[in-house]
């Protein structure tokens, strides 16, 4: 008898979590052995109890699921599937490294293919090569700011870039928005900008910065400029300067001059 393979589910939203579990439940092949909601947490738990798959959510608070793989040991590394809401910085690795992933929000087909691939590179009991490249190429990747000093009450917080929603310039400081919140940080938004990842972070006016996955639309405006829409239903201010180049890199198609 095939024994079962152990699954490790590791998502920051529980519902996520929970779709995963009742999906593998209908799997007779395989078991849960636990979950994470955090890439921390993951790597601890990947070391500690071996899974042969992990369900790894790429945007996490903290440690990304890119930064879990990069601190695993690449001579034992799980099968992974990895699994995002947002497109465009995975498929492009995915597509150099031939590892495979579930876009949110994906089928109960889409995701049975994903453990069926994973399954077929267990059972072959061969070291995924192109998901050590991948380790290898995001230990070489380019370094960008995390964190960013803010004073709030009185001390100073380091304030977690992965929960800004959009970043506007104010004279010498930059004011940071999360949700209904906002910091300031010293610092001019060109400054900062230069420290932003270029893959999670983009600039949509002369005095505005966003974070590409907070996008949910894009509505034209007057004069070739747009609106752009984030999920917290803020609105900014696409403009004609910078509207090529978002659109190019969210695969959005150009509307008409």
């Not at 490294?97 to 267990?122: G, S």
């Not at 506007?168 to 928005?177: G, K, P």
């Not at 949700?179 to 940080?185: C, D, S, V």
Request: with cysteine.
């Amino acid at each position: 008898m095939t024994p079962k393979l152990g699954a490790l589910i590791v998502d920051d939203e529980a519902v996520a979590r929970r779709r995963i579990r009742r999906l593998l439940a209908t799997d007779p092949e395989i078991f849960v052995i636990g979950e994470c909601d955090d890439g921390d947490a993951a790597v601890d738990t990947i070391a500690r109890e071996h899974p042969d798959l992990v369900f790894l959510d790429i945007q996490m608070p903290e440690r990304d699921g890119f930064a879990v793989v990069e601190a695993l040991d690449p001579a034992a590394l799980p099968a992974i599937v990895f699994v995002t809401a947002f497109d465009r910085y995975a498929l492009r690795a995915f597509d150099v490294h031939a590892i495979d992933y579930l876009l949110k929000p994906f089928t109960p087909e889409r995701f049975r293919t994903a453990v069926q691939r994973a399954k077929e590179r267990i059972q072959g009991r061969s070291l995924d090569s192109g998901l050590v490249s991948l380790a290898q190429a995001l230990r070489d990747r380019p370094r960008y700011a995390s964190r960013v000093p803010v004073k709030t009450g009185g001390k100073i917080v380091l304030l977690d870039l992965a929960a800004v929603d959009w970043i506007e310039a104010a004279d010498n400081y930059v004011r940071l928005h999360v949700g209904t919140r906002e910091y300031l940080h010293r610092e001019t938004l060109a400054a900062l900008e230069k420290q932003l990842d270029p893959e999670r972070f983009a600039r949509v006016h002369r005095s505005t910065i966003v974070q590409l996955d907070r996008i949910v639309e894009l509505h034209p405006a007057s004069h070739g400029d747009m609106d752009v829409v984030l999920r917290s239903g803020t609105i900014v201010s696409l403009s004609r300067t910078f509207r090529d180049g978002l659109l190019a890199i969210t695969g959005r198609p150009r509307p008409p001059a």
